[in-house]
């Protein structure tokens, strides 16, 4: 096994771009390190990026916030601004795993990781995240939804890295929200979640609306008719209604030893319209 | 020596307060020496192949690939184990667990194992061993395996406890009976009957450290095993046996125990460990991952049981009845039997009837875990004691107290209650602040008893008083839940001197006479009652010598509040000379001073608790919060009163586990799903309230202070208590634990569409 630290993004492209074994990129490291305790992956090479320039900031852009690949959970969720901004995001990102993991672990490891109960994933799909992608042929931003392909895998091709994850900034009137479903109260990986991020017009109707469900369907779901049936509205019970039915209409769920199928379906629809109320009381809604 | 175990109402003056154990800086700072901490140099990593198949006959196994790997020092297989039990049926289950023989019986079961240089080598090896199976049919639940139609696990079981030997083989291996009276006639004079059937899922001990071992097989036919474990002289007794060694002539020194809960009662890597030292010529240090601890070692068993209760108006139960079924792993076991014992022990019966079945199932082999099967028998009685005192229109605590055994009782299992804390506890719950407070929507309250009978056994301890005055007392019994703290107070009492001045420590196997090992609630009570008998013997040489310096009759000399006083009016002018005094002339007097004691402490009393707790069930997801919790229970008398309340805390948190998220989620390829304490869910801090304690002392009658066993009573109510809030808070009878949140999703989808 090869562990290199490059200092520029284009040689830890071309490290990953020449490698003939599995390669694996590390940043914090708490799904890599896992996985290879376990003896699921053995990369013959890990290119580790925290030493890329700019790979550890949070930068405020007139577009809004561009946060690096390495940047710690833990740090995003001291960030006042982000905060502020992104809320639901935020708290996403400090669900992972545990205090310790949140020191390590990034939102586009997250990402990568392509796990359909990535925490931070339905929250940066509400969003509308953007992903800056670097590889070989140079650099392309996309829609963090066309990441995950499926549970482990990503359309990322080889050679390629995400260096950071754009978000927009917010108008007036703007709120979005995030709650996961586990048995536990922290320390635990989500049976089903919901994101929500809406912005509101002057008179507190909703103007737009995303919704995104996780593990619920193997990659992270935006679920487009759930964000069309709130715009317009002020979340009046019924609409309510109309929006847990069509999240428990749109999962694609399994059982497994985490949650049974009618289980997720129907606390999926449960917690989108919490978070909606959530979103909503945010972006100033009454 | 004659040793009076008997209580005596004496005044105390170390036991009952609170000093800092000795263990304490060493745990708190990292010193403290676990399983996996101990070293020996030129030491081989161990690494254990495991069967993924449920079921399957072993075909073959090539380990000659693996043996030709540079690093390899030794393989072994069952080969290499040859079966020395000699007809002894529970030793030969235990060698086929260590390591499969003919057929692997559940996934995780021992095929082959390597001793290599580093753990990267030990890993490749296992990679090259080839094994040949030929897979079976499974069956993993309980009901399935006891049904006729199951497949055979072990063709040559037939039913004990029959009245007619079966004519057919099946998985149920025994069948048990408890009880007393006529049951048929009781439920025909009751007024009111709950009849219901109930299941528990499998559970794990859970201990934070996984089984860990370092094991020195010499030439010479010697042995040493630093081991992590209940039981270090059974363990020495098991693993001599398999091995074919002189149990003398194996060491076993344990490490400190990072939990065990029962689930360090039983050999699993050690014999293996012992094996691949023989073989290799050195020393072999094996530690199992947490996959391994959760597929390979525990669990206790999943149940089915139907309950029948029937009572009167007034509330007098009539009759009880149950039949329990529990899962022992592909193992004979004798778990249903216990759990038919405590099913209804808390009460007072005229028609009692228990039948209990032990069945096989293509799980690991069930292991003790704390209180076994206790907490299960305990869920479907209390539940169904509850919902019956609602249909009579009783008071749930007033109707327990008018069935609650007492005094005299004969209990359900046989034997008849001396003095007993079952009726103490529930007057003392009636009037807890707890059960007053109110209650906000969604929350449901519920509460719940549970008895453990506690154990006694063998017991050696030597108590040895250095020259400075200072005491060191060595017992057998591994120190699990604080009892060096416990025993040093125990010392200390009896000496009459400051706890400060005595040092316990856990002995090894060949510094000690045998000792049982610690479980059953045994060791404080049991290794108590040795420290104050040695204490005892120490004394009377310590008047001895303190005679001998005065030179008056040793009659004439008395040991009072760690001195030696002479009586009588003729020594008026003799200062009494304390235990220092005497210790510092020791070499000239007789030399050193120490006294020994070795006994079966018989007469552990039976234990009883009942627990209160508040739940918060949100309707639309059916997650559960315990928002409050309280524990009374008798302790005979709290030697250290924070480590009996940590005991109390401790069983209840398990409870808590095991009634809301813990269970063995097995797939249709009869493949543990969770195998990591990721997804199988004990809970975290931030899922417990702070769990009140009240600790109940009726002295126990057959120990000088009065002490009983406390460390496992404390997990018998959980599972019924939560089970009867939540089905409080919900309005729906909850039936199956765990109670997670999809299965009370359930509950209410199904009482909803009516």
Redo the contacts between chains.
């Keep these: 096994m090869r562990y290199i630290r490059p200092l520029s993004i284009e040689d830890a492209v071309g490290e990953l771009a020449k490698a003939v074994g599995p390669a694996a990129i590390l940043a914090g490291g708490s799904d890599l390190l896992v996985r290879m305790k376990?003896?699921f992956i053995e990369p013959e090479l890990i290119v580790d990026i925290k030493r890329i320039g700019g790979l550890g900031d949070i930068t405020e852009t007139a577009d809004g916030f561009r946060i690096g690949a390495a940047v710690p959970c833990a740090v995003l969720g001291e960030n006042k601004a982000v905060r502020k901004a992104w809320p639901g995001v935020v708290e996403a990102a400090n669900l992972i795993g545990s205090k310790q993991v949140q020191g390590r672990c990034t939102i586009t490891g997250n990402l990568c990781n392509a796990s359909p109960a990535a925490d931070s994933v339905p929250a940066l799909v509400a969003a509308g995240a953007k992903a800056v992608v670097a590889g070989p042929s140079g650099k392309r931003t996309i829609a963090v939804e066309t990441v995950p392909t499926g549970p482990g895998r990503t359309s990322l091709a080889k050679g390629e890295i995400i260096e950071a994850i754009l978000l927009d900034k917010r108008p007036e009137h703007a709120g979005d929200a995030y709650l996961r479903?586990i048995?536990?109260?922290?320390?635990?990986?989500a049976?089903v979640s919901a994101g929500v991020n809406l912005t509101l017009d002057d008179h507190g109707a909703i103007k737009t609306a995303r919704v995104a469900l996780g593990a619920a369907a193997p990659t992270v779901l935006l679920v487009e008719e759930a964000g069309q049936v709130l715009v317009g509205s002020k979340l009046d019970e019924a609409t309510l209604e109309r929006l847990a039915k069509i999240c428990s209409g749109a999962c694609r769920p399994i059982d497994?030893?985490?949650?049974?199928i009618?289980?997720r379906r129907?606390?999926a629809g449960?917690l989108a319209q919490r978070a909606a109320a959530i979103a909503y009381k945010r972006a100033g809604g009454k | 020596m004659n040793f009076d175990p008997r209580f005596s109402g004496r005044q105390f003056a170390s036991v009952g307060t609170r000093p800092i154990r000795p263990d304490g800086i060493d745990k708190v700072t990292g010193r403290a020496r676990y399983g996996a901490d101990f070293n020996m140099a030129g030491q081989l990593v161990g690494r254990v192949l495991r069967s993924p198949h449920a079921h399957a006959v072993i075909k073959s196994i090539d380990t000659s690939k693996a043996e030709k790997l540079a690093g390899v020092k030794a393989v072994i297989t069952a080969k290499d184990l040859p079966d020395l039990t000699d007809g002894d049926a529970a030793m030969y289950d235990i060698l086929d667990n260590c390591m499969a023989r003919k057929k692997a019986l559940y996934d995780g079961h021992a095929v082959a194992a390597v001793a290599a240089i580093d753990a990267r080598i030990a890993?490749q090896a296992l990679k090259l061993i080839e094994v040949e199976y030929e897979v079976l049919p499974h069956v993993t639940d309980v009901d399935e395996a006891a049904h006729h139609h199951a497949p055979l696990i072990n063709d040559q079981v037939f039913t004990e406890g029959l009245e007619e030997k079966p004519a057919k083989p099946s998985n149920i291996t025994k069948r048990t009976q408890f009880g007393h009276g006529d049951v048929h006639k009781g439920f025909a004079e009751a007024d009111f009957v709950v009849e219901r059937s109930f299941k528990t899922e499998q559970t794990h001990q859970g201990y934070i450290e996984p089984h860990a071992c370092v094991a020195s097989v010499n030439a010479d036919g010697t042995a040493d095993l630093w081991v992590c474990t209940q039981g270090h002289f059974v363990y020495r007794q098991h693993c001599a046996q398999l091995l074919g060694l002189e149990a003398s002539k194996l060491r076993v020194t344990s490490s400190e125990i990072g939990g065990g809960f029962g689930g360090k009662t039983h050999v699993w890597a050690e014999p293996v460990a012992l094996a691949l030292s023989r073989k290799a010529g050195r020393p072999v240090k094996l530690v199992m991952t947490r996959?391994e601890v959760f597929r390979a070692s525990g669990p206790t068993s999943a149940t089915s049981i139907d309950v029948k209760i029937g009572a009167r108006k007034d509330g007098t139960i009539t009759a009880a009845e149950a039949t329990l079924r529990y899962s022992s792993g592909p193992y004979a076991g004798s778990w249903a039997e216990i759990g038919a014992m405590t099913a209804f022990a808390c009460y007072k019966l005229e028609n009692v009837k228990t039948v209990g079945y032990e069945v096989l199932v293509n799980r690991p082999k069930t292991a003790a875990y704390r209180a076994p099967s206790a907490p299960m028998a305990a869920f479907a009685v209390e539940s169904a004691v509850d919902e019956l005192a609602k249909e009579i229109g009783m008071d749930a605590v007033d109707f327990r107290i008018k069935n609650a055994a007492q005094e005299g009782t004969r209990a359900s299992y046989g034997p008849v209650y001396g003095p007993i804390g079952i009726g103490p506890t529930l007057e003392a719950v009636k009037h807890h602040p707890h059960m007053k407070a109110p209650l906000k929507e969604n929350q449901g309250r519920g509460m719940a008893c549970g008895f453990w009978f506690n154990f006694g056994g063998q017991t050696c301890t030597d108590l040895n008083i250095g020259m400075d005055g200072s005491v060191s007392l060595a017992v057998g019994t591994v120190d699990v839940g604080g009892s060096r703290a416990s025993l040093s107070l125990v010392a200390a009492e009896e000496l009459g001197i400051d706890y400060s001045h005595v040092k316990a420590i856990v002995a090894d196997t060949s510094s000690l006479g045998y000792n049982d090992m610690t479980d059953g609630s045994r060791g404080t009570f049991s290794s108590s009652m040795a420290t104050i008998s040695a204490a005892r013997n120490a004394i009377k040489i310590l008047r001895e010598r303190a005679a001998q310096m005065w030179d008056v009759p040793v009659d004439d000399v008395h040991w009072e509040k760690g001195h030696a006083i002479a009586k009588g009016e003729k020594y008026g002018n003799l200062s009494p000379l304390s235990l220092k005094d005497i210790a510092a002339k020791s070499g000239t007097t007789g030399g050193p001073i120490a006294g020994h004691s070795e006994l079966v402490a018989d007469g552990a009393g039976v234990s009883f608790a009942t627990h209160i707790c508040d739940v918060e069930v949100d309707p639309?997801?059916?997650?559960t919060?315990v928002i409050r919790y309280t524990v009374v229970q008798d302790a005979g008398k709290a030697v250290h009163p924070t480590y009996v309340e940590g005991q109390y805390q401790g069983g209840a948190a398990q409870g808590i586990g095991w009634a809301?998220?813990e269970e063995y989620?097995y797939g249709k390829d009869g493949r543990l799903?969770?195998a990591g304490f990721?997804?199988y869910?004990i809970?975290?801090c931030?899922?417990l309230p702070m769990i009140d304690t009240q600790i109940l002392e009726i002295p126990n009658p057959n120990h000088p202070y009065g002490v009983r066993g406390v460390g496992e009573t404390s997990i018998v109510p959980p599972l019924a208590a939560i089970a009867n809030a939540v089905s409080n808070a919900v309005g729906v009878r909850m039936t199956h634990i765990p109670m997670?949140?999809?299965r009370i999703?359930?509950a209410l989808?199904a009482e909803r569409e009516g």
């Design positions: 376990g003896g479903f048995p536990r109260t922290e320390m635990d990986i049976v497994d030893k985490r949650g049974t009618e289980f129907k606390v449960v | 890993r996959d639309e997801t059916g997650s919060r809301l998220n989620i799903q969770n990721l997804d869910r809970p975290v931030s899922d997670s949140p999809p999703l359930a989808d």
